[in-house]
């Protein structure tokens, strides 16, 4: 398989070692694209109503603005006319996989209704897709494990959408907040009043007693010294 493989590159059949192309999907060691389409209109498009050009960014230094978030894109929501032609520039600021995903788009353009990018690191790509004409909120989320609960989720807005998603930062709120309630049985009570009780004993303990405790510690300062002058003289 490898000699064939090799054998069709040399032929200029396959035509880079690197970047692959299977269907809907271009690959490299940088990166990924999925079901780009700068050229098909959706059926319900006669023509592109519009050429908009978005640069998204990806990264931790984007979560800061958002409380107990970890990862977003530089921005959550996005707005286009319908049958817009969005060409997107995704930029990766960290040393950490990213994608950029949108979902529920239709099918027989889009396979599993997705359009994919993917920066396995830091990094920059570009693709282009083209947006049908229904008024529709899309999905833009990371879907590494963790990032998109963790802030990378943003939406993408046709004819002004129909509706916020959920638990888009700084947008919407999300169905099921994160609660850690505390199970106050019994033990719970008893273990948070000795704990109470302990953090106050010690420091008074310490304060009533702190001649007694200066006396001590000089005391072992004193042998030490006279025991280190004992070995010096040895
Ligand atoms: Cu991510």
Same mark, same amino acid.
């Given at each position: 398989m490898k000699v064939l493989l090799t054998g069709l590159m040399m032929l200029g059949v396959? &035509?880079?070692?690197?970047a692959m192309n299977h269907g809907g999907m271009l690959m490299d060691e940088k990166g990924m694209i999925m079901n780009?389409?700068?050229?098909d209109l959706p059926?319900?498009?006669?023509?592109?109503?519009e050429n908009v050009d978005i640069t998204i960014r990806a990264g931790?230094?984007?979560?800061?603005?958002?409380? &107990?978030?970890?990862f977003a894109f530089d921005q959550q929501e996005w707005n286009v006319k319908p049958c817009a032609k969005i060409n997107i520039t995704f930029i990766n600021d960290d040393q950490i996989r990213h994608q950029l995903m949108i979902h529920g788009l239709p099918g027989y353009l889009y396979p599993e209704g997705m359009f994919h990018l993917e920066l396995y690191g830091e990094g920059q790509l570009q693709a282009s897709l083209i947006m049908p004409s229904l008024k529709k909120t899309y999905l833009v989320h990371?879907?590494?494990?963790q990032h998109m609960e963790k802030g990378m989720k943003a939406q993408i807005k046709v004819d002004g959408g129909d509706g916020d998603l959920p638990s888009?930062?700084?947008i919407s709120a999300p169905v099921k907040a994160d609660i850690y309630p505390v199970d106050w049985t019994q033990l719970t009570t008893a273990v948070l009043l000795l704990c109470v009780l302990a953090g106050c004993s010690i420091p008074y303990f310490v304060i009533v007693n702190a001649r007694s405790i200066k006396e001590a510690i000089q005391k072992i300062l004193t042998k030490l010294n006279f025991k280190s002058k004992q070995s010096s003289i040895n």
């Open positions: 396959i &035509g880079s070692a690197s780009a389409n700068s050229d059926r319900d498009c006669p023509k592109i109503s931790q230094k984007h979560a800061l603005k958002f409380t &107990g978030k970890m990371c879907e590494v494990p888009i930062p700084g």
